[in-house]
Structures are given as structure tokens and as C-alpha cells.
């Protein structure tokens, strides 16, 4: 201790260098094209002492996540980022560790590969490609959207995208799942419908009559609705309706009107078409004359149908013109 003393006193330091130790020496990985690789590289003292440093990267491809470390086990993460680039390109460079315990180098060679998912169009590998699959062989791509290794060829390490992904997946209804998807990642602008009316009038109905909405959709892609009425004297031809159902961009929905659950003078009611971020209504007025008024012009019809076949009976001589006059 005395001699410990002497020495301080004298200007002279004692320092322990902690050693440290790193588990990758050199990387030498293949990365997909148009894709963000991330690996990591440890950091750690063989005695457990702390140790301070930064580490950089001298590629610009090539960034590290967390770059200074304090700690006696450290792990550094990095991140490739492919986009844009080509089968057959290489990123190489260097990681440098600047610490108080030395400096080192961890050299670095990243291989572009074509990777992706082989299909019609050619490989598919990030959203735009998936989005373009989603038109052209749509049962296909729903396979994809629900295979075990679309996460980590289209989604990555995004934390927000795998959260949603794996909410969608959960749904019985894959179709709506696919589309929401490609919403949420900005690869489809949502679906808008509108009616080509919003109020529809009748006047004097005395029998059922039929009529149609016509409904329009602005751009591809799946949609579900819904089609109700608040009044049982509108009855619709289809309740649950999606894609399948239009032709091109336009779906016509079919009511009829049923004379028989009307009142005496205006009947009001309406008709909704829902889907889960937009409802459209349609108003449904309907006037008659009367309930007497159809009472009285069926007797009508049926006197005049009872006439007729007293001719036929008088024609065919069934009855004499005495009964025929009397009827």
C-alpha cells in the first residue's frame, strides 16, 4: 500500500484494462434485395468490468441501431438496408469499435441475393410485388397473406406491421384481412362506395312493385356489406353482399315494395347498406289511395271476372239467356 502511495505521489497511475472479447471477428451474410437485414454483434468484458465505447459503420448501407455501449455485456444491433438494390451486389465495409479498453475492427461483406417468393409475375419481394399478386391471381395471394413465411419476406422486423399482421391472420375472414393490409401499408387507398340515390319515391301504389339501388365502388379490391331495411313492406333481394357481387365497379341492389303491409297515405321507411367504415342510407316514401280504395278496385276485378264467365257459361249453353240477363 505504502509503495501504491509513493507512486500516485509521484504522478504514477495504476489502471486495469478490462479485456474484452467479440463474438463476431468478421460477418459474411446474403441479404434479400429491396429488404432491410438486421443482425447484431456482442460486446462483453471476460471479467465482467464495464467498458465504454462506440461503434460505427463506414458503409452508409449499413447503420448500427444502438451505437455506444457503457455496460460489461453489451449487444449492438445493426441494419442492412437492400431497398433498391440488385442480385449480384455487395455491400462491404467495417465496423469500428472505439472503447476505453482499445480499438478494433469488425470487417463486414453482404451479398445481395434475388430471394422473394416465386410466382406468376416473377419473384415477390416486398408489399409493392404482393400488392400487384393481390390483382392478378387473388385466390394465390391469399394463400401467401396466411403462409408462415410471409411475415419475415414481406413485413420484417416492424414492429406496428407484425402487431397488425398477426391481429388480421386471427380473423376468420381472410379476404377483408388482405385488404386491410394493404391499406394500413399504404399500398391501396381504401374502398368508398356510393349510391347513385339517396331517396326514392312512389306514388298511388295499389300493387308490389320492384326497384333497384345502384352502388359503385371506386377502386379494386374486397369489400363486404351489408343491405337492411327498418320497414317490413321493403323486402331486399340480398342481405350480405362483397366483391363477387359486382359487376366491374357497380352492384345493383334489388327491393320490391309490398303493396299488401302498406297503410292508408304516406309510408316511410329506409334502406342501409353498411360496411365496417362507412353506411349509406337511402329514404323509401311510399303513398297509396286508401286501403278502400284497393278494396273497392279488387271487387272490381272480381266482378268483372265473374262476368266473363257467365258469358262463357251462356255461350257454351250452359245457362239459358233468361239466367245470363238475371246474372
Known sequence: MKSRINRLARGVYDYEVPEIQITETSIN?????DDVFTGEVRIFTTDGMNVRGIVYSDNPYVSVVNSSFTAGDNLIQYKVDAV???AGEVIEGCFEVVSDAGEFRIPYR????????PSEIGPLRNMFHFANYVQTEYEKALKLFISPGFKDTFIGSDARLVSLYDGLIRSKDVRTGVEEF???TKKKASINLTADTDIKVYENVLDDLEDKITITKDNWGYVKLKASADQDFIRLAANNIDSDSFIGN???LV???DATKLHAGKNFGRIYIT???????CDVVVSNSGIENRESRRTLKLAKLRLVEEYISFRTKKISVRTWIDE
Open 110 to 117: 453482404f451479398s445481395v441475393s434475388q430471394g422473394g417468393v
Open 255 to 257: 327491393f320490391h315494395i
Open 29 to 33: 451474410e446474403a441479404v434479400r434485395a
Open 275 to 281: 360496411t365496417d367504415r362507412k353506411q349509406l342510407v
Open 182 to 184: 394493404l391499406v394500413a
Open 84 to 86: 433498391g438494390l440488385f
Open 250 to 252: 357497380i352492384y345493383e
